[in-house]
Nanobody, 125 residues
Framework: VQLQAYGGGLAQAGGSLRLSCVAS????????VGWYRQPPRKEREFVAA?????????YYADSVKGRFTISRDNANNTVYLQMNRLKPEDTAIYYC??????????????????WGQGTQVTVSS
């Protein structure tokens, strides 16, 4: 499966961006999807995750709770990340991810089965 992310760019602090990730290729069998990010000179970190088809439990990193919203469109194999009230510290390369252990995905990269190629988000102060 290939994950292709779109929608990164430049935003001012307090602004919004919406990221999209389209899954293509062989049948998408992962049970959970989400987003990681890598800020400049830092390690990659968890951002958000949700079940891909069934279930409603959604997970967010504390740093984005109340500002970011993850959602999905199963018919179009797409997952979204709506980012509101952006802060300069949200500047990072954002990666869409997939896996079969949603709790594990919130903890570390070992639970991830697939990565997208990343899209740059830059927030100016």
């Amino acid at each position: 499966v290939q994950l292709q992310a779109y929608g990164g760019g430049l935003a001012q602090a307090g602004g919004s961006l919406r990221l999209s990730c389209v899954a293509s290729g062989r049948a998408f069998n992962s049970t959970a999807v989400g987003w990681y990010r890598q800020p400049p000179r830092k390690e990659r970190e968890f951002v958000a995750a949700m079940p891909w088809k069934t279930g409603s439990r959604i997970y967010y990193a504390d740093s984005v709770k109340g500002r970011f919203t993850i959602s999905r469109d199963n018919a179009n194999n797409t997952v979204y990340l709506q980012m509101n009230r952006l802060k300069p510290e949200d500047t990072a390369i954002y990666y869409c991810i997939a896996g079969n252990d949603i709790v594990g995905m919130t903890i570390g990269e070992g639970a991830l089965d697939a990565w997208g190629q990343g899209t740059q988000v830059t927030v100016s102060s």
